[in-house]
């Protein structure tokens, strides 16, 4: 079970960092992702990292502004979002996958996924 928080409200410019907790004792085992959706579009690829944590991907619309990590121990993943533009706003949503070395960025590589946490940023 995955459960993701830390969305807001924040200025463009400013910085949020999402959270995505995890349940069980499998996540060091899984590729995590992040994805968003904004209204009336497609969820759409954010990032991804490996279960160690060493291999990271980004969309090029977040490459630079936005870092993704994870703590195993805490079963617990990161995604820290800075210089945040208006067209960030969306849900975001964290995912698992029980492969953990491919490229992972659709929707149908994600096997379990969370509530989703709304960022909203303002001009």
């Known amino acids: 079970q995955l459960q993701a928080y830390g969305g807001g409200l924040v200025q463009a410019g400013g910085s949020l960092r999402l959270s995505c907790a995890a349940s069980?004792?499998?996540?060091?085992?899984?590729?995590m992702g992040w994805f968003r959706q904004a209204p009336g579009k497609e969820r759409e690829f954010v990032s991804r990292i490996s279960p160690s944590g060493t291999i990271t991907s980004y969309a090029d619309s977040v490459k630079g502004r936005f870092t993704v990590s994870r703590d195993n121990a805490k079963n617990t993943l990161y995604l820290q979002m800075n210089s945040l533009k208006p067209d960030d706003t969306a849900v975001y949503y964290c995912?698992?996958?029980?492969?953990?070395?491919?490229?992972?960025?659709?929707?149908?590589?994600?096997?379990?996924w969370g509530q989703g946490t709304q960022v909203t940023v303002s001009s």
């Open positions: 995912a698992a996958d029980r492969v953990a070395l491919r490229p992972g960025r659709v929707v149908s590589a994600y096997d379990y």
């Open positions: 069980g004792r499998t996540f060091s085992t899984y590729g």
